[in-house]
């Protein structure tokens, strides 16, 4: 029965389509009450925020090193590099790192900035018995048992004097280096034996301090999950909603991004539909550390799945603009932000736009 039902709609609909005659058309439409137009007006609904929840595995996690490593700390969030050496002889006096070439190309046209010269970072070293699996290495279970303060002028490490009079037949060594110089962060090309002599192995430990339960921070795959409250019967079932927004007032200092760059805030699952017109006049709608007063983010998907009084999202940072009004964004190397949307939220609008009928 239901099969022939669909073959019957599915005759008429034929039938409507292929008619000369649009008001014909038009008339069927409206008598199966499907949209005909969509309104160029949108509504707008105060909304309130029910509750959130930073999405991170841990405050701390550490991975081996393969094509680039990053060294330093801004936005609380800090890296801090490991290293593993077996080596015969004497040590290097300077480890001469090197720049990661694609990130300081896109960024800073290949020149390495002056804040990058004569940093404050502090060595750490002990020495080891073995050399064991990278798993169990990347645990770091066992404390350094020395450390000195060095300097690190562009991307050369001179190493401390105690640690380079280190003797044995066969040395193995555990070490660390963390910057002591806030708001500074190196970007490094994965080292290699021929930058440091006996190199096994190099970790990086990310660690990511929380700057408040609705501060999202960029670069380190940290999500913000939230929930909000709809005014009862503000949202009409019967409707489809074509587009929606989420609006939140916004501020565009740059404070909080890392490079000076603007950020795109990006909601999961969602698609972005963006007018070059617009944009070349005015920037992107969903971009923090930019021009503008509000934050536009698409949630049309959410709202078509619309739970009554609720609906929830998932946000994160996105990475850098290379030139916000030529559409450029850099999806090379990600940017150390953090974003507080506390006040937003206070602000937050929901705004719809509807299909219409002529018989509505």
């Given amino acids: 029965m239901l099969r022939f039902l669909i073959i019957l709609l599915l005759c008429a609909l034929f039938a409507a389509c292929s008619s000369d005659n649009s008001a014909t058309v038009k008339e069927w439409f409206d008598n199966q009450g499907i949209a005909t137009s969509y309104g160029k007006d949108s509504i707008e609904i105060e909304i309130s925020l029910k509750n959130s929840k930073l999405g991170r595995d841990t405050s701390t996690s550490t991975s081996m090193v393969s094509s680039f490593a990053v060294l330093g700390n801004a936005n609380n969030v800090e890296q801090i590099l490991y290293f593993g050496l077996r080596t015969v002889g004497k040590l290097d006096s300077v480890w001469n790192l090197k720049p990661d070439s694609v990130f300081y190309a896109n960024f800073y046209e290949g020149n390495i900035p002056d804040e990058h010269k004569n940093i404050q970072a502090r060595f750490y070293w002990s020495k080891e018995t073995e050399t064991v699996h990278d798993t169990t290495w990347l645990k770091f279970q066992k404390p350094f048992t020395d450390s000195a303060d060095i300097s690190i002028d562009s991307f050369s490490v001179l190493l401390p004097t105690k640690f380079r009079e280190l003797k044995a037949d066969t040395l193995r060594l555990f070490v660390g280096i963390k910057l002591l110089t806030n708001n500074a962060i190196l970007r490094i090309a994965a ?169 509505h």
Avoid: M
């Fill in 191 to 359: 080292p290699a034996i021929s930058d440091i002599s006996g190199l096994l192995r190099v970790a990086q430990k990310t660690h990511v301090e929380s700057c408040g339960d609705l501060c999202l921070h960029g670069g380190v795959r940290e999500s913000l999950d939230v929930v909000f409250e709809v005014g009862k019967n503000k949202i009409k079932a019967n409707k489809t909603v074509v587009f929606a927004q989420l609006v939140l007032p916004k501020s565009s200092d740059t404070t909080g991004s890392e490079l000076g760059r603007a950020v795109p805030v990006l909601v999961f699952n969602e698609e972005y539909r963006i007018d070059t017109d617009f944009v070349e006049k005015n920037g992107h709608s969903n971009l923090v550390f930019w021009e503008g007063d509000t934050l536009k983010l698409q949630v049309t998907k959410k709202l078509r799945n619309y739970v009554p009084n609720t609906f929830s999202l998932t946000l994160r940072l996105g990475n850098p603009t290379i030139n916000p009004k030529s559409l450029s964004f850099s999806n090379i190397r990600p940017a150390y932000s953090s974003y507080n949307f506390n006040t937003a939220f206070e602000g937050a609008k929901l705004r719809l736009w509807y299909a219409e009928t002529d018989n």
